[in-house]
């Protein structure tokens, strides 16, 4: 099955720099890849999804992600944090089946 | 406005009774999932439904059930044989459960606690 690591379990940044959440993948092959959003006590929203169309996905909220097969990588990134940031940030795999494949995700602090 | 719905927001359980979490959704979408949620943990999948009147085991069925008798819906009953209920279930669906690129949509959840 798919897999992927989240390297950091919590972020902190300040309002107004820059966010990285890093994500590396597990996979022979170029896999399909969600980066999902949940606030506290709230389900999770799509941030966005790579598709294998382009490298660089852009999704919702001023994020984006680039796919780098060449490290394995899926990581994403803001330029600006906003307070309204601030929640639990998921990559994920679709595996066989429908199946979506979270871990722990990282916390994003933002400090004003 | 299309979406997934899951009633109620909170849950109280007494020890040993069976309690059902609804979920319905209006996206016309053939795929259902349920998931489980403990603090500071990732989604683990109970069960998950790609059609009408079938579905399959998850990561941690035992102690649950489930139908599928409707499109639009996917209760799922938490029994008394499950050890550890109390958590944050989260419903979800998708267009179909073949699709890789097809994101799953969430509903808001339901926060189960047992006394």
Not at chain 2, 49 to 77: C, H, M, W
Request: neutral net charge.
């Amino acid at each position: 099955a798919q897999s992927v690591t989240q390297l950091d379990s919590h972020v902190s940044v300040s309002e107004g720099t820059p966010v990285l959440l890093r994500c590396n993948y597990s996979s022979s092959y170029s896999p399909s890849l969600f980066w999902y959003v949940q606030h506290p006590n709230k389900g999770l929203q799509l941030l966005l999804k790579y598709t294998s169309a382009a490298t660089l996905v852009k999704g919702i909220n001023g994020f984006e992600a680039e796919f780098k097969k060449s490290e394995t990588s899926f990581h994403l990134t803001k330029p600006s944090a906003h307070m309204s940031d601030a929640a639990e940030y998921f990559c994920v795999p679709y595996n066989q089946g429908g199946k979506l494949i979270f871990g722990q995700g990282t916390e994003l602090s933002v400090k004003p | 406005d299309g979406g997934i719905t899951q009633s109620p927001k909170y849950l109280f359980r007494k020890e040993g009774q069976n309690v059902t979490l609804s979920c319905e959704q209006n996206l016309n979408h053939d795929a259902m999932y349920w998931y489980r949620q403990d603090p500071g943990q990732g989604l683990r999948l109970i069960y998950y439904s790609q059609i009408v009147n079938d579905f399959q085991k998850g990561d941690i069925a035992e102690g649950y059930s489930v139908s599928r008798e409707k499109k639009e819906s996917f209760p799922l009953t938490v029994t008394s044989a499950q050890k550890n209920p109390t958590a944050f279930y989260l419903c979800a669906s998708s267009i179909d459960g073949m699709g890789s690129y097809n994101e799953q949509f969430f509903g808001p959840g339901t926060r189960l606690t047992v006394l």
